[in-house]
């Protein structure tokens, strides 16, 4: 059995910030909006979305925003969520690709969503080189 702490009890925080530590959970509002970098920290989008598979209860990818000028050009990519890890000394996601490698992955434009089943499927069979 779990023993409540104060802080469960009362919902005020008495341990401080970032108990979290090592990092564990993370809240989706927490995700989405973060940068994307790879390994050279290029900067290769931003998580605009998190593709939550409800029959297995899991986050399956990320959706992530890259290139184009106030909109025109824009691509989106669904990126499998085991390819990206997080950085929790800056706070940020890498994604270890280069730029060249996810301008030539199949995307989607936002306005025009995929079959999301289908498009999950390729887009694993895509990143299965990784």
Known sequence: MTTL???????????????NRPLKYLTATSIIGD????????????IKNIMIDITEGGIKYYIIEF???LGIGTK????PFKLLLVDSVNQ??????????????PGFDIEHWPDTNM????????????
């Open 5 to 19: 702490t104060k802080d469960d009890l009362t919902g005020v925080n008495n341990e401080g910030l970032n108990t």
């Open 35 to 46: 940068w994307v970098h790879n390994e050279e920290n290029e900067k290769m989008g931003v």
């Open 67 to 69: 290139g184009g000028f």
């Open 76 to 79: 989106y990519f669904a990126i």
């Open 92 to 105: 940020e996601f890498i994604f270890n690709q280069t730029k060249e490698t996810l301008q030539s992955a």
């Open 119 to 130: 498009h999950y499927v390729r887009v694993y069979d895509y990143w299965s080189f990784v």
